[in-house]
């Protein structure tokens, strides 16, 4: 039997969020992290659920969750200790499989100490984002690499490492769908904003027009805790550059959706918005030509008629126009959205086989084949 130990982090702001609803300092480890898996954050313990029931023994470490993890160490830990809490914990757990769900976590130091002080023999990262200089360098002391679009395994298997996977995010929470809910929100847009990586340029003016030509719209949003400071640096370099009578409007109405936007959902928040939501807007982020992010299953799993923006291979995970919607241009897409309101008919029939299209085929009961399978090929090719 294989010992798999996943280790993941969450946005710092969905942690205040269960720290100030959900935490109990006098509850134990296991009881806090089986509430703050409840909460259907992102991918959860999803992966590690399914493979449990292809006899795997696994485990899973929220890395930045610190009260929780501190409420390990007190438990089962050294408080007085020179290893980190981290390293504490593959110790006592002992796998042989470590799954890292953040590249930032594998830096030469840990996998050192892991590869010296463990019986790890394989360590897996994930990653689907642009890569920095210190990704890359990260990603290289790994033995394989699981993304999720099929840009960036083509791009890490020339720069880094053949040992790639592609893994498409997926959808499990099946038990949250209910019939006949009261869908009384017209078009929703959940996500994130971040200048400083310039990764989100697009969604404000997109963003904006909706807030602007529609009325019954949710927009909540997760910007970055420095974002007035960042806000003011950007503006500055922009009037130093002489570069404001281009960059105007941009900051105008990146401060308009940062005054008038809700604040950010996260987990079973974000799905019971979702569930109320007739129209869902997807947007990736501006450096990947393929589709593949997580909001795509989510949305769809929820019975929203999701609106995309059109990338690579979208055709090859739904059927365009008939289990999903694409545009091209904002223009089409505030056009689309008047349209589908219109006709409620057309909508809702596109969005339940979109619904249906994910919870029978983007699933992790399905997706973890895939994973089980390259973890063989690993330990295949290591000789293990």
Known sequence: MNNFLRISTVYPNFLKDFYNNQYDKNENYEVLLEK????NYSISNNLTKELTKLDY???????????IQKQWLKQYGKVKSDESILLQQIKFYN???????????????????????????????????????KIINNLGNVDGIVTCTEGYKE??????????????????????????????????????????????????????????????????LNFSKYFYLEFLINFTKSIFFFKIHRDFSFFYKLIY?????????????????????????????????????M??????????????????????????????????????????????????????AISKKGKLRTLLDHNYEKRIFILDRFIKELQSEKNI
């Open 36 to 39: 703050f898996f409840s909460k």
């Open 57 to 67: 023994n696994c485990i899973e470490i929220i890395e930045n969750a610190n009260l």
């Open 95 to 133: 796998p042989n499989i470590i799954f890292i769900g953040n590249a930032n976590l594998a830096n030469n130091i840990l996998v050192e100490k892991i590869k010296k002080n463990t019986n790890v023999k394989i360590i897996i990262c994930f990653h689907c984002a642009p890569l920095t200089k």
């Open 155 to 220: 791009i890490i298997s020339k720069k880094i490492n053949d040992n790639v996977l592609l893994l498409r995010h997926a959808y499990n929470n099946k038990e949250l769908n209910v019939k006949n809910v009261n869908r009384n929100i017209d078009i929703t847009f959940v996500g994130s904003i971040f200048i400083k990586k310039g990764l989100h340029s697009k969604r404000v003016s997109l963003i904006y027009k909706l807030m602007k030509n529609f009325n019954n719209v949710y927009v909540a």
């Open 257 to 293: 959706i940062h005054f008038f936007c809700k604040k950010a959902v996260f987990g079973d928040k974000m799905l019971d918005i979702l569930k109320k939501t007739k129209i869902l807007i997807n947007t990736h982020i501006d450096d990947t030509e393929y589709a593949g992010n």
């Open 295 to 348: 909001r795509l299953f989510e949305g769809t799993g929820m019975g929203c008629l999701v609106i995309t923006d059109y990338k690579k291979n979208l055709d090859e995970i739904f059927n365009i126009k008939s289990e999903i919607e694409v545009f091209n241009s904002i223009d089409e897409l505030i056009s689309k959205c008047s349209y589908y309101l219109n006709n409620q008919g057309k909508l809702f």
